[in-house]
C-alpha cells in the first residue's frame, strides 16, 4: 500500500538533545511537509521540500533542521534550540496540491 | 483575528442527523481543503475545491470564492464520521492557513 510513514509514535527528549522524527513515502511524491500541530491552533508549516537537494523554511523553522536525500525520505531534527518541541508532529506529500499525511509523531519534553 | 476561521468550535449530534461545519477566510486563495482527522491523529484530505461544489458519499463540500465562505456537509451522520474537522487555504500548497479544527462527536 502506498503512503507516508512516520515514526516512532511516540517520542521523549531530554534537555540539551536532539531528536530526529522519520518520514518515509512510497507515493513517489517530489513535495514534502513538515508540520507542528498545538493544541487549539492551526497546523504550522515548519519546512518543506518541492525536489530533491533542495528544502525550504516555513513559517515555524526556528529550532529545527532537515534534509531531502532521498525522494523518499525527508527526517526532521528537533534540535536543543527548540525551547518548547512539545507537539504533534505530521509529516505530509503533494501532489496535484493534494495533500498526503503521515500519522504523526507526539514528541514531548522528559 | 485568524485569516481561516472554523465554526463552530465543537460539535454534537445525533446518529442520522444532517450536519453543516463552516469555514470562513479573509486571505485570497486559490484552493480550500478540507481536511478528517481521528483519535490517533493521522489526517486524511477529504476535498480540494476552488468553487462549487463537490460530493463524495455522504460528504459535500461547497465554496463562494465572493463570500470567501466554505461549508462541509455530512448527510445521514453515522458515529464512525467522529472526527476532528479541517479547513486550510491558501495558494500553492506551501502558503496554506489552516484552521483549529471543528471536534465532530455523532452519537448512537
Known amino acids: 500500500d502506498g503512503g507516508i510513514t512516520q515514526s516512532p509514535k511516540y517520542l521523549f527528549r531530554k534537555e540539551g538533545q536532539n531528536v530526529t522524527l522519520s518520514c518515509e513515502q512510497n507515493l513517489n511524491h517530489d513535495a514534502m511537509y513538515w508540520y507542528r500541530q498545538d493544541p487549539g491552533q492551526g497546523l504550522r508549516l515548519i519546512y518543506y521540500s518541492q525536489i530533491v537537494n533542495d528544502f525550504q523554511k516555513g513559517d515555524i523553522a526556528e529550532g529545527y533542521s532537515v534534509s531531502r536525500e532521498k525522494k523518499e525520505s525527508f527526517p526532521l531534527t528537533v534540535t536543543s534550540a527548540q525551547k518548547n518541541p512539545t507537539a504533534f508532529y505530521l509529516c505530509a506529500s503533494s501532489f496535484n496540491e493534494k495533500l498526503f499525511f503521515g500519522s504523526g509523531t507526539q514528541l514531548s519534553v522528559l | 483575528k485568524n485569516e481561516v476561521e472554523q465554526s463552530p468550535q465543537n460539535l454534537t449530534a445525533q446518529e442520522g442527523e444532517f450536519i453543516t461545519i463552516n469555514c470562513s477566510y479573509s486571505?485570497?486563495?486559490?484552493?480550500l481543503h478540507w481536511l478528517q482527522q481521528h483519535p490517533g491523529g493521522g489526517i486524511v484530505s477529504l476535498f480540494m475545491?476552488?468553487?462549487g461544489k463537490k460530493k463524495h458519499g455522504r460528504l459535500i463540500a461547497t465554496i463562494n470564492i465572493q463570500e470567501k465562505h466554505s461549508s462541509l456537509h455530512i448527510t445521514a451522520s453515522h458515529p464512525r464520521d467522529s472526527a476532528v474537522y479541517i479547513c486550510a487555504g491558501g495558494g500553492a500548497t506551501n502558503k496554506l492557513i489552516f484552521g483549529t479544527g471543528t471536534l465532530l462527536a455523532v452519537q448512537p
Open positions: 475545491l476552488s468553487s
Open positions: 486571505v485570497g486563495i486559490s484552493a
